[in-house]
């Protein structure tokens, strides 16, 4: 994968999107190459970015947002040599990694919960596999800049109710784990 991804800088730059954490030597990258390993081999947990827990019986009142977390993408890289811009649009642009945005969800899982016609308490959740990938960028000149993207996988929205007993195979990881950890 290629892309434009170097600066001529001498000092860190802080922004938005990436952090560098050494200054380079100043000069420039130009063209750069990036590289990533493939998703499937990294290791991945998922977290819960939106909980709504919800009890019928007592109306809206238990409709109650227990996480309303976002996760962010972003890139932490070791050089200020890198342009980050060119760099997170070739990222987003060649590969099946999410560079940037938001996985912002409790608005989209409240239109998701207003379907939901169960009579018992029920938990909806909204859920990432958060996974952190090493990236390398070569530059022009022969050097290897490195960084990480923290980023996710995979997004989930759905309900499990409190009272059903799923077996293992039966509901996804996520919703054990909603399930394991917000009913009482």
């Given at each position: 994968?290629?892309?434009?991804?170097?600066?001529?800088?001498?000092?860190?730059?802080?922004?938005?999107h990436a952090i560098a954490t050494s200054s380079a030597a100043g000069t420039?990258?130009?063209?750069?190459?990036?590289?990533?390993?493939?998703?499937?081999?990294?290791?991945?947990?998922?977290?819960?970015?939106?909980?709504?827990?919800?009890?019928?019986?007592?109306?809206?009142?238990?409709?109650?947002?227990?996480?309303?977390?976002?996760?962010?993408?972003?890139?932490?890289?070791?050089?200020?040599?890198?342009?980050?811009?060119?760099?997170?649009?070739?990222?987003?642009?060649?590969?099946?990694?999410?560079?940037?945005?938001?996985?912002?969800?409790?608005?989209?899982?409240?239109?998701?919960?207003?379907?939901?016609?169960?009579?018992?308490?029920?938990?909806?959740?909204?859920?990432?596999?958060?996974?952190?990938?090493?990236?390398?960028?070569?530059?022009?000149?022969?050097?290897?800049?490195?960084?990480?993207?923290?980023?996710?996988?995979?997004?989930?929205?759905?309900?499990?109710?409190?009272?059903?007993?799923?077996g293992k195979g039966k509901a996804p990881v996520a919703a054990l784990k909603?399930?394991?950890?917000?009913?009482?």
């Amino acid at each position: 994968m290629s892309a434009t991804g170097c600066t001529a800088s001498g000092t860190p730059k802080t922004s938005g999107h990436a952090i560098a954490t050494s200054s380079a030597a100043g000069t420039s990258c130009g063209s750069t190459a990036f590289s990533a390993p493939p998703v499937k081999n990294i290791p991945r947990n998922w977290t819960f970015t939106a909980i709504r827990k919800v009890d019928p019986a007592w109306g809206d009142e238990k409709n109650v947002a227990l996480v309303d977390k976002p996760l962010t993408a972003k890139v932490e890289w070791e050089s200020d040599r890198v342009d980050e811009a060119a760099v997170l649009a070739a990222i987003g642009d060649e590969s099946e990694l999410i560079a940037s945005g938001t996985s912002d969800a409790l608005s989209e899982m409240d239109r998701f919960l207003s379907g939901v016609k169960e009579e018992k308490e029920y938990i909806g959740y909204a859920a990432v596999e958060k996974v952190t990938v090493p990236l390398s960028l070569k530059c022009l000149d022969g050097t290897t800049v490195q960084g990480k993207l923290f980023t996710w996988a995979e997004a989930e929205i759905g309900v499990v109710v409190c009272a059903t007993k799923y077996g293992k195979g039966k509901a996804p990881v996520a919703a054990l784990k909603a399930q394991t950890e917000f009913c009482n």
